[in-house]
T-cell receptor, first 114, second 109 residues
Framework: NAGVTQTPKFQVLKTGQSMTLQCAQD?????MSWYRQDPGMGLRLIHY???????DQGEVPNGYNVSRSTTEDFPLRLLSAAPSQTSVYFC?????????????FGSGTRLTVV | KNEVEQSPQNLTAQEGEFITINCSYS?????LHWLQQHPGGGIVSLFM???GKKKHGRLIATINIQEKHSSLHITASHPRDSAVYIC???????????FGKGTRLHILP
């Protein structure tokens, strides 16, 4: 089925560990983005990409890295996990960020850092 | 100050009622999105608006660019409409999206 595939669905990390959240889409969307969702805060943009080879920071980029080597994949790397990174993470893609974009979201990753 | 404000934060209504959720924003925008997040956590895009009004089934979304305001209406509400509804805007000349904190809707049978 076409859409955004996000893995894993759940993850527990120890403080200081690193990991990569995977995000892949098969809709040939140019725009991909990562968000975190925390209680009372709503969704916040971490990083985004407007096409292969191009990435930029969102509202809360510290502690996260991204790369976009292909149109399909946009992994999010946690360099050294901290308890403050306990959250639900969503990946999304669209044709564009502006008027042409309708968003498709992945199913989310619930990350706990202990 | 939040750039995107939603009201109400929480809403409980009886099945069949007409529902209105409001979104006000403080920046010039190129587009506004309404999203629905189900109790299980999945997020679905309902509408993208840059002007006027859109309708899909029992859902209607309107936007007034001059007043920086959008509304999401649900007619003949049903318990399956229970979800969090999120407004998000794309500021002019920007690739970033800014979200409201959401409106939690609970429809009682």
């Amino acid at each position: 089925n076409a859409g955004v595939t996000q893995t894993p669905k759940f993850q527990v990390l120890k403080t200081g560990q690193s990991m990569t959240l995977q995000c892949a889409q098969d809709m040939n969307h140019e725009y991909m983005s990562w968000y975190r969702q925390d209680p009372g805060m709503g969704l916040r943009l971490i990083h985004y990409s407007v096409g292969a080879g191009i990435t930029d920071q969102g509202e809360v980029p510290n502690g996260y890295n991204v790369s976009r080597s292909t149109t399909e994949d946009f992994p999010l790397r946690l360099l050294s996990a901290a308890p403050s990174q306990t959250s639900v993470y969503f990946c999304a893609s669209s044709y564009g960020a502006g008027p042409v974009g309708g968003y498709t979201f992945g199913s989310g990753t619930r990350l706990t850092v202990v | 100050k939040n750039e995107v404000e939603q009201s109400p934060q929480n809403l409980t209504a009886q099945e069949g009622e007409f529902i209105t959720i409001n979104c006000s924003y403080s920046v010039g925008i190129s587009a506004l999105h309404w999203l629905q997040q189900h109790p299980g956590g999945g997020i679905v895009s309902l509408f993208m608006l840059s002007s006027g009004k859109k309708k899909h089934g029992r859902l209607i979304a309107t936007i007034n660019i001059q007043e920086k305001h959008s509304s999401l209406h649900i007619t003949a509400s049903h318990p399956r409409d229970s979800a969090v509804y999120i407004c998000a805007v794309i500021p002019n000349r920007d690739d970033k999206i800014i979200f409201g904190k959401g409106t939690r809707l609970h429809i009682l049978p």
